[in-house]
């Protein structure tokens, strides 16, 4: 089986290598999504649970592209969830505390590549850049899905240090031993 595979390959390798190492709790980022003033549809239960990207506007200019998340039946857990998958900022996993029940309908306008972490990629993409006037390029003025979540929705993502377990390695040799 497949699994036999994999823990006979990495029984090899800390083997091999002499790994020796140990989880331990350290104060990592992690964010919480809080209800603020909610602005949130009921959803019809029967419906399903989905979350669509659109892009209303076509492609955008250097790599920014409005966007649309179309959710329909979500739990706020639901949601926690994805929000890593679209916010290039949060790279680690949302806890819900709305304390909302059930499932809700949004929708939420605004630009992945206005995020931090995006900007960021973009300024060492772009760094030459340059309009045709040779002005600088202009970074876009999207709102990031942070700020939409917290104007559009009522929501708000608390970033804050909790523990959690984290892969320690004590040691391990710069060479394998042989085989």
Known sequence: SMSRHADRDLA???DRYKIAFHYEDQPMDTATLVAVKP???????????????????GPG????QPTRLVC??????????????????ILYPVQDATGLEGAWDFTIDF??????GAMALRMQMFSGATAANGQPADPIGGVNLEDAIRKQLG??????????PVLVIDHMLEKPTGN
């Open 155 to 164: 929501l708000d993502l608390k970033i804050s240090k909790r523990p959690q």
């Open 61 to 64: 200019k250097m790599g920014g």
């Open 12 to 14: 090899l390798l800390l």
């Open 72 to 89: 329909h039946n979500m739990t706020m857990a639901q949601f926690a969830e994805q929000i890593p998958v679209y916010d290039y900022d």
């Open 39 to 57: 602005r949130l549809g009921k959803a019809d239960p029967a419906g399903r649970t989905t979350c669509v990207r659109q892009f209303p506007e």
């Open 111 to 116: 630009d992945p590549m206005a995020s931090r």
